[in-house]
């Protein structure tokens, strides 16, 4: 059954969990031209099951003096670099009562460094960009605050040096594509089984996505509807009826309470009381 507050996305369920953190550290390594080679030394500190203002971040790991905090989206969103502002509060808000830190005594207390990466791969052509939140500043003026977030398209055939360097997301784009491709002609279920069906013996992700097949497929499925609705509002500028709508497909069960609040622009908790 469909989690209808949130659900893992397959990419989180890839690159965010404690049994892959070798893909994890590959990810870093490729986004960052870094070279770490032992896994065992990232710490997952993704919030799981914990909403802050109605949002949940998709990975967040320390390595090292950095925390990352990732996200994947399969729609543009320009807000990133507040939320990402925001994942970042909460984060080292936790961080420093975890660690005792003392924020009013004279010393300057250390925190890991962030970095902010959101990773797209939706259907629209968008290039690489970096998000800042000074441009939601009215008017634009010099801001005491600062927060900005890299943006980097994933999509099958882009941004080719990233995607060399880290084979499991190349493999994970490749995924992506074949579902797309597929759905042309047939059910989005058809269509992810076809794929995962099709995927080449020698992929790295391969043993462990069969091994999770019907996880993987939810969420595939999950995450299309959620990318498809959100085109369709998008296209058709939908206004009136909007909130029933959405409201429908959340009992459907076609998309989750998260997505449709983020389309709603609303948080969660207020969309709940609607439901």
Excluded at 132 to 157: C, H, Q, T, W
Aim: charged share 30%; hydrophobic share 40%.
């Amino acid at each position: 059954m469909i989690n209808n507050k949130h659900k893992d996305r397959l990419f989180s369920y890839l690159f965010g969990s404690e049994e892959n953190k070798k893909w994890t550290l590959s990810l870093y390594n490729a986004v960052n031209h870094s070279s770490y080679s032992d896994p065992e030394a990232i710490r997952i500190t993704t919030m799981s099951d914990v909403l802050y203002m109605g949002m949940k971040n998709d990975i967040s790991f320390i390595l090292e003096n950095s925390v990352s905090l990732y996200e994947q989206q399969s729609t543009y969103n320009p807000n990133m670099a507040l939320r990402g502002f925001m994942y970042a509060a909460r984060f080292y808000d936790k961080y420093v009562h975890e660690h005792k830190l003392n924020i009013y005594g004279t010393e300057l207390i250390t925190l890991p460094v962030p970095r902010l990466v959101v990773f797209y791969n939706g259907i629209d052509e968008i290039d690489d960009t970096v998000l800042e939140l000074k441009d939601a500043f009215r008017p634009s003026v010099e801001s005491d605050i600062s927060a900005r977030v890299r943006m980097i398209n994933i999509n099958y055939g882009k941004n080719k040096e990233l995607l060399d360097a880290c084979r499991p997301l190349s493999e994970y784009a490749w995924l992506i594509d074949r579902i797309r491709e597929y759905k042309k002609d047939m059910r989005i279920e058809d269509a992810v089984d076809r794929a995962l069906n099709e995927m080449p013996q020698e992929y790295e992700i391969r043993p462990f996505l069969m091994g999770n097949r019907a996880e993987v497929k939810q969420m595939c499925i999950t995450e299309y509807n959620e990318a498809e609705t959100m085109q369709m509002f998008k296209a058709e500028g939908r206004k009136e009826g909007k909130l029933e709508i959405i409201i429908q497909l959340i009992h459907n069960g076609l998309i989750t309470l998260e997505a449709g609040a983020e389309q709603l622009h609303m948080a969660m908790t207020d969309l709940e009381k609607y439901l």
